[in-house]
Nanobody
Framework: QVQFVESGGGLVQPGGSLRLSCAAS????????MGWYRQAPGNERELVAS???????KYADSVKGRFSISRDNAENTVSLQMNSLKPEDTAVYYC?????????????????WGQGTLVTVSS
């Protein structure tokens, strides 16, 4: 089983930037596709960015061009660089992984969720 610990959230003004980090336990991280998800109050959790074990990335339309996902297999970490933040980006952000990018969309194939990290975009 792989466990995740997210960090890097905080309060930022509109237009600002934040970099989130996710540390994963276990020795199979390098084989996992990884995703960053977010859940705003009253909304369902959504996948906003993903990266395959080979480094192919994909983004939700709402964050394309503003967010960038990366991974470091040697350090078992995945990061999310968030630029040009908007109030609608306010949410708790989580990372999780699965054996393929397609499976990231299906909760039953994911690992146990971590605590997440809160991002608040407000002036």
């Amino acid at each position: 089983q792989v466990q995740f610990v997210e960090s890097g959230g905080g309060l930022v003004q509109p237009g600002g930037s934040l970099r989130l980090s996710c540390a994963a336990s276990g020795n199979i991280f390098e084989f996992y596709a990884m995703g960053w998800y977010r859940q705003a109050p009253g909304n369902e959790r959504e996948l906003v960015a993903s990266i395959t074990s080979g480094g192919t990335t994909k983004y939700a339309d709402s964050v394309k061009g503003r967010f960038s996902i990366s991974r470091d297999n040697a350090e078992n970490t995945v990061s999310l660089q968030m630029n040009s933040l908007k109030p609608e980006d306010t949410a708790v952000y989580y990372c999780n992984g699965a054996l393929s990018e397609e499976l990231l969309q299906h909760d039953r194939y994911l690992e146990v969720w971590g605590q997440g990290t809160l991002v608040t975009v407000s002036s």
